[in-house]
């Protein structure tokens, strides 16, 4: 009995989690494994079988390789451009809307609503309004006489137009920023004010270290994210576009569901997630830069 | 009453919400166009509102399928993520077992994982299944099986503010822990269980990528919204009367009616949404 109820007491609560142990087991590390082994092996369609090799990294890291490394520096290019540009106007942004004042809560939240668009709608909707000829955008720009856009009918201006899309997403952001702004007490302000500090110096010297914690996250979460970024980025890349949108999340799903090439595109996912670890450990190895103090949960 | 901002900070935020809003108006208004006018140059307003556009009969059956198959998906994903969740969020921070941080911890980093590493392998093992032909299985079973990592820290935050004293007098009356859940810490944890519901919602609403993969092979009739409209874009279904490849204003009418319902909830639930964002970080 005794061994019953200790085996209860210890073990009972496994049986809460079994969901998520299942879950994380069938639908997380079972299929990573499976893609790390294909990852090594290739097939050989005539005789089915299949071989253990290198090959598929060996392309990957192949110097002649032009479509991998392309693709990578697109991915990296559009990271490096949107990261800052989406933190800065979301900061900027909540700057702009974090006073109760009255009628701000409205402002807030029609910000928000771009956000909540669905991905399709709105990949539809740009690109309704991003049309070189009948689009709204040029054909404002017309009426200005300031000729056409070519937008996302060129090669060279894709990235930009694409990134000026994602710019109306930052309402997500500016809450998490908002948030952080209303947890600096008043009076570390009024002291500043007091002290002579005018506002460039407030800014840069309290407010922004003061939203450390909110930085760090922000910026974490962001580059796992644009590092992965596929629905818009799909449904605007065609042959206009070339290679200018073939991010690599785009890449591996062409070459896994285009070609079903599919030991290419594992080894093509390890090498993102590699990447992608590296550039969070960085990101935590520089932690202590932005947040101070003890408890930050 | 909250103090007055002053005009000009006023005039900045109109300025701000009708840049923010333009695209979602410019969607509307080319949805009530009529066909000539949209190629017609540039109206910025249709001379006549043509309702049409959203009564097209040769398209409106596979869109109500199509709006079928989403509410399917996530009527049972919302389900099914409410019970594992909430299951999982008490196991995590009520109750004590051997390799609670071991387990803890393999959740909190699945939240770290590239999905296109897993989407490869599923689809290969889905196919192995059956999951591929014919079927929407694969969009919602997962929400069944854990719910979402997301979920169950969002959750644990919140259990965390039930004092343990509520629960151990439960325990000393005789309520085993699945009574302790459902009838202790479930109606108060309300807040979050919508706050969950509705992330949820919006989540399987707007997918589109899981669906791109895995409903790929099974026809225009297992569907789901977004994946829908998506190939509608891509003109399939252009009929004689245009030579275009897309009829802007009803892709416009259908983009608006997709994005109805997500509207209506978030203008419910905007408040709760919001302080959710805040609290986990997630997006919507």
């Known amino acids: ?297 | 009453m909250r103090k007055k901002a002053s005009v000009s900070w006023y005039i900045a935020a109109v300025v701000l919400v009708l840049i923010f809003l333009l695209p979602f108006f410019v969607m509307i208004i080319k949805s009530f166009m009529s066909e000539e006018e949209v190629f017609d140059f540039p109206k910025l307003w249709p001379s006549s509102i043509v309702i049409a556009n959203y009564y097209n009969k040769a398209i409106m059956p596979y869109i109500l399928t199509w709006f079928m198959n989403t509410m399917i998906v996530a009527g049972l994903s919302i389900v099914g993520t409410l019970l594992s969740a909430f299951l999982c969020a008490y196991g995590f921070s009520k109750v004590h077992f051997k390799f609670k941080t071991i387990i803890f911890a393999a959740t909190m980093a699945s939240t770290m994982l590239p999905s296109i590493t897993m989407r490869i392998p599923l689809y290969m093992i889905y196919a192995d299944w059956g999951w591929l032909n014919g079927t929407l299985k694969p969009l919602f079973v997962p929400a069944f099986l854990g719910g979402g990592a997301m979920n169950i820290l969002l959750i644990m935050q919140f259990i965390k503010g039930i004092p343990n004293s509520v629960l151990e007098s439960a325990r000393i009356d005789g309520a085993n822990e699945l009574r302790c859940l459902f009838r202790i810490v479930l109606p108060n944890c309300l807040p979050i269980a919508l706050l969950v519901c509705v992330n949820t919602f919006l989540g399987v609403w707007n997918d589109y990528s899981s669906a791109l993969t895995f409903l790929r092979n099974s026809g225009e009739e297992k569907w789901t919204l977004a994946l829908g409209l998506f190939e509608l874009s891509r003109g399939r279904y252009d009929d004689e009367q245009t030579q275009t490849f897309f009829r802007e204003n009803q892709q416009m009418a259908i983009g608006v009616l997709m994005c109805i319902p997500s509207m209506l909830i978030f203008g419910i639930f905007q408040k709760s949404l919001i302080e959710g964002v805040a609290i986990s970080g997630v997006k919507a």
């Not at chain 1, 009255?102 to 991003?130: E, F």
């Not at chain 1, 930052?170 to 809450?175: D, E, K, N, T």
């Not at chain 1, 910026?219 to 206009?240: C, E, K, R």
């Not at chain 1, 062409?254 to 993102?272: E, I, N, P």
């Open chain 1, 1 to 297: 009995m005794k061994f019953l109820y200790k085996l209860k007491k210890d073990y009972l609560g496994i049986l809460f989690v079994l969901p998520v142990i299942i879950g994380l087991a069938c639908f997380t590390f079972v299929p990573m494994g499976k893609s790390l082994i294909n990852s090594f092996q290739e097939t050989d369609y005539a005789t089915r079988e299949t071989v253990f090799t290198f090959n598929h990294y060996k392309r990957i890291f192949d110097s002649a390789n032009t479509q991998f490394t392309r693709s990578l520096l697109q991915t990296l290019l559009f990271t490096a451009i949107d990261i800052p540009l989406r933190m800065t106007l979301s900061f900027a942004l909540a700057l702009f809307l974090y006073k109760e004042v009255r009628g701000v809560r409205l402002v807030r939240v029609l910000c928000y609503v771009p956000v909540i668009i669905p991905t399709v709608v709105s990949g539809l909707l740009w690109k309704t309004i991003m049309e070189y000829d009948v689009g709204y955008l040029n054909l404002f720009l017309t009426e200005l006489g300031l000729g056409r856009l070519t937008l996302f009918y060129s090669e060279k201006t894709a990235l930009a137009a694409f990134v000026f899309i994602g710019l109306f997403g930052i309402g997500s952001s500016m809450i998490l920023w908002i948030s952080q702004l209303k947890n600096i007490p008043s009076t570390v302000y009024e002291v500043a004010d007091i002290e002579g500090a005018n506002r460039f110096q407030t800014l840069f010297r309290i407010t922004i270290p003061l939203c450390g914690p909110t930085i760090f996250y922000v910026l974490l979460t962001s580059i796992i994210g644009t590092l992965q970024v596929f629905d818009l980025a799909y449904m605007f890349s065609t042959p206009l576009t070339g290679d200018s949108l073939n991010f690599l999340v785009v890449f591996i799903y062409q070459q896994a569901f285009g070609f079903f090439d599919m030991g290419y595109a594992c080894a093509l996912s390890w090498v993102l997630f590699t990447i992608i670890a590296i550039l969070s450990g960085i990101v935590f190895a520089c932690k202590k830069w932005v947040i101070y103090g003890e408890d930050y949960a």
